[in-house]
């Protein structure tokens, strides 16, 4: 283990402030929940999982639907280890539902500048799906939702990287209980 880094989320000063506690990611997310629950009434909804930011949403926003649900997953990356996109998206594990006449929403964790989606959304759309919506728990307020297609967002967020529930750093803080602004300069960037 490198010595720089932490061995725990006490002392560890690029935790910064407190964007969204637990108790409000919890109280929206069921929010969520029993919008989805309405709207796909009698149609249960296929949920596709964008690997690994969004799966401790994606725990949360499932519980909360009250429908019979289907889960898949599916991974890419943009990021790399550093907390800016490298501008290409690459698909690192594949769906193994068949998406043909299925309703499908795919969760994310953040839409950012929007290059992760419009890659997911061509690569699900061309596969035949009835119908294709996205539930973002969070989106910057540069995004251009509406340009996007997101109909479903937690939270709109200003520009801060942010960390926890899910979101990562070089693959840490995803089991923060909350969310955080990562504070680049209170902590040697991870190699
Ligand atoms: P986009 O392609 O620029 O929209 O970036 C979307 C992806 O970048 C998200 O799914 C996240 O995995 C990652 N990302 C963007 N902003 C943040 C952040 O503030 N914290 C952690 N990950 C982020």
């Known amino acids: 283990m490198d010595p720089a880094v932490p061995t ?6 690029a935790i910064g402030r407190v964007l969204l506690s637990e108790e409000q990611l919890t109280r929206r997310i069921e929010e969520l929940g029993a919008q989805l ?11 596709v999982c964008v690997l690994r930011g969004a ?17 898949d997953f599916i991974a890419v990356s943009s990021y790399g280890a ?11 594990k594949d769906l193994e539902v068949d998406l043909t006449d299925r ?25 035949g799906p009835a119908s294709l919506e996205v539930c973002a ?4 307020e540069s995004a251009d939702l509406e340009g996007l297609g997101v109909r479903y967002v937690g939270f709109t967020i ?8 899910g979101l990562d750093v070089a693959e840490r803080y995803r089991n923060l209980r909350y969310l955080a602004v990562y504070d680049p300069d209170a902590a040697a960037e991870p190699s």
């Open 8 to 13: 725990s989320f006490d002392d560890d000063p």
């Open 37 to 47: 629950t309405q709207d796909y009434a009698g149609r249960p909804p296929l949920l």
């Open 55 to 71: 799966y401790v949403f994606l725990t949360d926003l499932a519980r909360s639907i009250d429908l019979p649900v289907q889960i």
């Open 82 to 92: 550093t907390t800016r996109t490298s501008g290409v998206v690459r698909l690192v």
């Open 103 to 127: 309703d499908v929403i795919l969760v994310e964790d953040i839409v950012d500048t929007g290059l992760t989606l419009r890659y997911l959304r061509r690569s699900l759309e061309a596969r």
């Open 137 to 140: 728990l969070l989106a910057r």
């Open 158 to 165: 200003p520009n801060d990287f942010v960390i926890g529930y």
